[in-house]
Nanobody, 125 residues
């Protein structure tokens, strides 16, 4: 199983930016499907963005498209979530996730094998 350690997050004013990192253990990181999800209080975990392994496509939720970028550095076994133009509704705990084999649906959290510890993002208006 892949171990994921998150960093970044914190408090930011509306309109500001943050970058989250997700460092993965193990070999063959380049081939993992990697995703970002978030969960606000009282709400279900929702998809934010994902990148398929082995140079595959990147996907975004409509709510964040144009404001966030998912990227990865395979030399560092790390995935990133760059968030710009943050809004108060982006406030949530953000989680990264990994799946060693290709997921049938990168937007569905049930398909991921491993999860990071979560990091709080709070956007003040």
């Amino acid at each position: 199983q892949v171990q994921l350690v998150q960093s970044g997050g914190g408090l930011v004013q509306a309109g500001g930016s943050l970058r989250l990192s997700c460092a993965a253990s193990g070999r063959n990181f380049y081939s993992f499907d990697m995703g970002w999800f978030r969960q606000a209080p009282g709400k279900e975990r929702e998809f934010v963005g994902a990148n398929r392994g082995s140079g595959g496509a990147t996907f975004y939720a409509e709510a964040v498209k144009g404001r966030v970028t998912v990227s990865r550095d395979n030399t560092k076994n790390t995935m990133y979530l760059q968030m710009n133009s943050l809004k108060s509704e982006d406030t949530a705990v953000y989680y990264c996730a990994a799946r060693i084999n290709p997921t049938p649906n990168v937007r569905d959290p049930q398909w991921y094998d491993s999860w990071g510890q979560g990091t709080q993002v709070t956007v003040s208006s």
